[in-house]
C-alpha cells in the first residue's frame, strides 16, 4: 500500500538565508519535497518546465523578473502548477495584481511556516488563500486608478529622472510623458510626481 502522494514544491526567493530556511522547515513537512530553489524571477520558468513543481512559491521582488510576472508566465506555459504569492510587501494592490495574473494565493512572510504548509495544501486542493488582514486591505483601497502607461511613466520617474530621461527611455515624446505624469498625480490625489510615485508604490500599484 502506498502512502499519499508528494506535494512537489519550487521556491523562489531571493534572499539565501529566507530560500534556506523555508526550504529546510518545508521539507520537515512528511507529505512535501522541495523539488528546486531558485534566486531570481527569469530562472522560476526555465526550472518550472525542468521538475514540474505541483506549486510554486514566489517572492515578488526578484532580481530578474517579479513574482507577479513569473506568476502569468506559470498560468500560460505550466497551468498544473499553482501559484502562491509570499512576500514582505502587504501592498493591497499586490494583492489585486497576483489575483490577474493568476495567483491561487497571498501570503505575508512573518506568518507561522505551518500555516504556510497548510496553504500549500489548500491551494493544491482548488482553494484560494489569502492573507485576511491583507484583503481587507485591498477592498478598501480598491484598483489602481492608473493606466499601464501612465503606471509605466510613473514608474520610470520614481527615482528622479527627468522628463527628457524618461522620453528616451520609454520612447515617448515629452509632452506625452508630461500628460501622463500630470494625470498620475491627479488620479492619485497627490502634489508632484515624486509623492504620486510613492503612495502608488505603497499601495502596490507599480
Known sequence: MTGPAEIRVLLAEDQGMMRGALALLLDMEPDMRVVAQV????AVLP?????????ALLDIEMPGRGGLEVAADLRDRLPGCRVLILTTFGRPGYLRRAMEAGAAGFLVKDGPVEDLAAAIRRVLAGERVIDPALAAAALSTGPSPLTERERDVLAAAADGSTVADISGRLHLSESTVRNYLSAAIGKTGTRNRIEAAALARHNGWL
Open 47 to 55: 526550472a518550472a518546465l525542468e521538475h514540474r513543481p505541483d506549486v
Open 39 to 42: 534566486a531570481a524571477g527569469d
